[in-house]
T-cell receptor, first 113, second 114 residues
Framework: GEDVEQSLFLSVREGDSSVINCTYTDSSSTYLYWYKQEPGAGLQLLTYIFSNMDMKQDQRLTVLLNKKDKHLSLRIADTQTGDSAIYFCAESKAGNAGNMLTFGGGTRLMVKP | DSGVTQTPKHLITATGQRVTLRCSPRSGDLSVYWYQQSLDQGLQFLIQYYNGEERAKGNILERFSAQQFPDLHSELNLSSLELGDSALYFC?????????????FGPGTRLLVL
Protein backbone atom coordinates (compact mmCIF):
# COMPACT_ATOMS: atom_id res chain seq x y z
CA GLY A 1 0.00 0.00 0.00
CA GLU A 2 0.94 3.64 -0.12
CA ASP A 3 2.54 5.20 2.92
CA VAL A 4 4.35 8.48 3.50
CA GLU A 5 6.25 9.03 6.72
CA GLN A 6 7.85 12.02 8.35
CA SER A 7 9.44 12.74 11.69
CA LEU A 8 7.16 14.64 14.03
CA PHE A 9 9.26 17.53 15.19
CA LEU A 10 12.33 19.62 14.33
CA SER A 11 13.80 22.52 16.26
CA VAL A 12 16.47 24.85 14.85
CA ARG A 13 17.95 28.24 15.63
CA GLU A 14 17.25 31.25 13.48
CA GLY A 15 19.81 31.53 10.69
CA ASP A 16 20.62 27.82 10.67
CA SER A 17 19.57 25.41 7.92
CA SER A 18 16.62 23.09 8.46
CA VAL A 19 16.34 19.69 6.86
CA ILE A 20 12.97 17.95 6.90
CA ASN A 21 12.90 14.34 5.76
CA CYS A 22 10.22 12.16 4.25
CA THR A 23 10.08 8.55 3.10
CA TYR A 24 7.52 7.02 0.81
CA THR A 25 6.78 3.52 -0.34
CA ASP A 26 5.09 3.89 -3.72
CA SER A 27 7.79 3.68 -6.37
CA SER A 28 5.35 4.73 -9.09
CA SER A 29 4.88 8.20 -7.59
CA THR A 30 4.98 10.82 -10.30
CA TYR A 31 5.37 14.04 -8.35
CA LEU A 32 6.45 14.73 -4.79
CA TYR A 33 5.36 17.89 -3.03
CA TRP A 34 6.13 19.99 0.00
CA TYR A 35 3.31 21.96 1.60
CA LYS A 36 3.45 24.37 4.54
CA GLN A 37 0.66 24.85 7.05
CA GLU A 38 0.76 27.73 9.52
CA PRO A 39 -1.48 27.69 12.61
CA GLY A 40 -5.13 28.06 11.68
CA ALA A 41 -4.32 28.33 8.00
CA GLY A 42 -4.62 26.25 4.89
CA LEU A 43 -1.96 24.38 2.97
CA GLN A 44 0.50 26.47 1.03
CA LEU A 45 2.35 24.79 -1.81
CA LEU A 46 6.08 25.39 -1.34
CA THR A 47 7.66 23.37 -4.09
CA TYR A 48 7.46 20.08 -5.94
CA ILE A 49 9.76 17.75 -7.81
CA PHE A 50 9.13 15.38 -10.67
CA SER A 51 10.15 11.83 -9.93
CA ASN A 52 12.84 11.73 -12.62
CA MET A 53 14.73 14.63 -11.02
CA ASP A 54 17.30 14.42 -8.24
CA MET A 55 17.29 17.98 -7.04
CA LYS A 56 15.37 21.19 -7.33
CA GLN A 57 16.33 24.56 -5.91
CA ASP A 58 13.97 27.46 -5.41
CA GLN A 59 15.47 30.43 -3.54
CA ARG A 60 16.01 29.26 0.07
CA LEU A 61 14.45 25.87 -0.60
CA THR A 62 16.30 22.81 -1.89
CA VAL A 63 14.52 19.54 -2.53
CA LEU A 64 16.55 16.34 -2.81
CA LEU A 65 15.05 13.11 -4.09
CA ASN A 66 16.69 9.72 -3.71
CA LYS A 67 14.42 7.51 -5.74
CA LYS A 68 16.36 4.33 -4.96
CA ASP A 69 15.81 4.80 -1.21
CA LYS A 70 12.41 6.51 -1.70
CA HIS A 71 13.65 9.41 0.38
CA LEU A 72 12.71 13.05 -0.05
CA SER A 73 14.13 15.99 1.85
CA LEU A 74 13.46 19.70 2.09
CA ARG A 75 16.29 21.99 3.09
CA ILE A 76 15.47 25.53 4.17
CA ALA A 77 18.52 27.78 4.18
CA ASP A 78 18.84 30.67 6.64
CA THR A 79 15.73 29.58 8.55
CA GLN A 80 13.63 32.44 9.91
CA THR A 81 11.04 32.56 12.70
CA GLY A 82 8.40 32.97 10.01
CA ASP A 83 9.28 29.49 8.78
CA SER A 84 7.82 28.00 11.96
CA ALA A 85 4.96 25.82 10.75
CA ILE A 86 4.00 22.24 9.95
CA TYR A 87 5.52 20.88 6.76
CA PHE A 88 3.84 18.09 4.84
CA CYS A 89 5.33 16.00 2.11
CA ALA A 90 2.92 14.41 -0.34
CA GLU A 91 3.08 12.13 -3.33
CA SER A 92 0.84 11.82 -6.32
CA LYS A 93 0.59 9.20 -8.99
CA ALA A 94 -0.87 10.39 -12.24
CA GLY A 95 -2.96 7.87 -14.04
CA ASN A 96 -6.39 6.82 -15.00
CA ALA A 97 -7.47 6.70 -11.39
CA GLY A 98 -7.29 10.44 -10.94
CA ASN A 99 -4.70 12.52 -9.18
CA MET A 100 -5.06 12.26 -5.42
CA LEU A 101 -2.34 13.29 -3.00
CA THR A 102 -1.14 11.01 -0.22
CA PHE A 103 0.25 13.03 2.67
CA GLY A 104 2.72 12.32 5.41
CA GLY A 105 1.81 13.10 8.99
CA GLY A 106 3.61 16.44 8.96
CA THR A 107 6.77 17.74 10.64
CA ARG A 108 6.41 20.62 13.07
CA LEU A 109 9.32 23.03 12.60
CA MET A 110 10.09 25.33 15.49
CA VAL A 111 12.57 28.14 14.88
CA LYS A 112 14.11 29.67 17.97
CA PRO A 113 15.33 33.28 17.83
CA ASP B 1 -3.98 33.58 -1.49
CA SER B 2 -4.27 30.40 -3.58
CA GLY B 3 -7.36 31.54 -5.48
CA VAL B 4 -9.44 28.68 -4.07
CA THR B 5 -12.30 29.85 -1.86
CA GLN B 6 -14.23 27.88 0.71
CA THR B 7 -17.32 28.74 2.72
CA PRO B 8 -18.10 28.79 5.54
CA LYS B 9 -14.85 29.17 7.47
CA HIS B 10 -16.31 27.69 10.62
CA LEU B 11 -19.32 25.50 11.24
CA ILE B 12 -20.69 24.26 14.55
CA THR B 13 -23.50 21.75 14.52
CA ALA B 14 -24.96 18.86 16.46
CA THR B 15 -24.75 15.12 16.00
CA GLY B 16 -27.23 13.75 13.51
CA GLN B 17 -27.37 16.96 11.49
CA ARG B 18 -26.46 17.58 7.87
CA VAL B 19 -24.16 20.32 6.55
CA THR B 20 -22.95 21.50 3.15
CA LEU B 21 -19.46 22.83 2.51
CA ARG B 22 -18.82 24.90 -0.57
CA CYS B 23 -15.72 25.35 -2.71
CA SER B 24 -14.90 27.54 -5.70
CA PRO B 25 -11.80 26.48 -7.63
CA ARG B 26 -9.15 28.76 -9.11
CA SER B 27 -10.14 30.36 -12.38
CA GLY B 28 -9.43 27.91 -15.18
CA ASP B 29 -9.10 24.83 -12.97
CA LEU B 30 -11.37 21.94 -13.89
CA SER B 31 -10.53 19.51 -11.09
CA VAL B 32 -11.73 19.86 -7.52
CA TYR B 33 -10.53 17.69 -4.65
CA TRP B 34 -11.77 17.32 -1.08
CA TYR B 35 -9.53 16.38 1.82
CA GLN B 36 -10.19 15.88 5.52
CA GLN B 37 -7.66 16.80 8.19
CA SER B 38 -8.21 15.35 11.64
CA LEU B 39 -5.95 14.75 14.60
CA ASP B 40 -6.20 10.97 14.46
CA GLN B 41 -6.30 10.39 10.69
CA GLY B 42 -4.11 13.23 9.45
CA LEU B 43 -4.74 14.57 5.95
CA GLN B 44 -6.82 12.18 3.89
CA PHE B 45 -8.11 12.38 0.36
CA LEU B 46 -11.87 12.07 0.08
CA ILE B 47 -12.92 12.57 -3.53
CA GLN B 48 -11.99 14.23 -6.85
CA TYR B 49 -14.24 15.72 -9.50
CA TYR B 50 -13.20 16.76 -12.97
CA ASN B 51 -15.44 18.94 -15.11
CA GLY B 52 -18.54 17.75 -13.30
CA GLU B 53 -17.74 14.05 -13.14
CA GLU B 54 -16.38 11.98 -10.30
CA ARG B 55 -12.80 10.87 -11.05
CA ALA B 56 -11.38 9.31 -7.93
CA LYS B 57 -12.64 8.24 -4.55
CA GLY B 58 -10.64 7.87 -1.38
CA ASN B 59 -11.63 7.28 2.21
CA ILE B 60 -15.02 8.91 1.93
CA LEU B 61 -17.81 7.64 4.17
CA GLU B 62 -21.16 6.66 2.68
CA ARG B 63 -22.75 9.44 4.77
CA PHE B 64 -20.69 11.93 2.77
CA SER B 65 -21.35 12.93 -0.82
CA ALA B 66 -20.08 15.57 -3.19
CA GLN B 67 -20.85 17.07 -6.54
CA GLN B 68 -19.39 19.56 -8.98
CA PHE B 69 -21.72 21.94 -10.74
CA PRO B 70 -21.60 23.31 -14.32
CA ASP B 71 -19.93 26.49 -13.07
CA LEU B 72 -17.25 24.17 -11.58
CA HIS B 73 -17.89 24.99 -7.95
CA SER B 74 -18.24 21.98 -5.69
CA GLU B 75 -20.19 21.07 -2.60
CA LEU B 76 -19.41 18.43 0.01
CA ASN B 77 -22.46 17.19 1.88
CA LEU B 78 -21.98 15.57 5.27
CA SER B 79 -25.02 13.89 6.83
CA SER B 80 -25.89 12.03 10.04
CA LEU B 81 -22.95 13.79 11.59
CA GLU B 82 -20.98 12.13 14.37
CA LEU B 83 -18.53 13.58 16.87
CA GLY B 84 -15.69 11.98 14.93
CA ASP B 85 -16.55 14.02 11.83
CA SER B 86 -15.16 17.11 13.54
CA ALA B 87 -12.22 18.10 11.36
CA LEU B 88 -10.80 20.64 8.96
CA TYR B 89 -12.11 20.06 5.43
CA PHE B 90 -9.98 21.32 2.58
CA CYS B 91 -10.83 21.81 -1.02
CA UNK B 92 -8.10 21.94 -3.65
CA UNK B 93 -8.14 22.54 -7.37
CA UNK B 94 -5.91 21.83 -10.33
CA UNK B 95 -6.02 22.42 -14.04
CA UNK B 96 -6.12 18.85 -15.23
CA UNK B 97 -7.59 15.48 -14.56
CA UNK B 98 -5.36 12.43 -14.43
CA UNK B 99 -2.07 14.11 -15.21
CA UNK B 100 -0.15 15.10 -12.09
CA UNK B 101 -1.07 18.74 -11.89
CA UNK B 102 -0.23 20.93 -8.95
CA UNK B 103 -3.04 21.19 -6.45
CA UNK B 104 -3.76 24.50 -4.77
CA PHE B 105 -5.61 24.43 -1.48
CA GLY B 106 -8.28 26.65 -0.06
CA PRO B 107 -8.23 27.93 3.54
CA GLY B 108 -10.48 25.12 4.77
CA THR B 109 -13.76 24.81 6.64
CA ARG B 110 -13.45 23.91 10.30
CA LEU B 111 -16.35 21.68 11.34
CA LEU B 112 -17.16 21.07 14.98
CA VAL B 113 -19.82 18.51 15.80
CA LEU B 114 -21.16 18.73 19.35
Amino acid sequence: GEDVEQSLFLSVREGDSSVINCTYTDSSSTYLYWYKQEPGAGLQLLTYIFSNMDMKQDQRLTVLLNKKDKHLSLRIADTQTGDSAIYFCAESKAGNAGNMLTFGGGTRLMVKP
Amino acid sequence: DSGVTQTPKHLITATGQRVTLRCSPRSGDLSVYWYQQSLDQGLQFLIQYYNGEERAKGNILERFSAQQFPDLHSELNLSSLELGDSALYFCASSVGDWEAGTQYFGPGTRLLVL
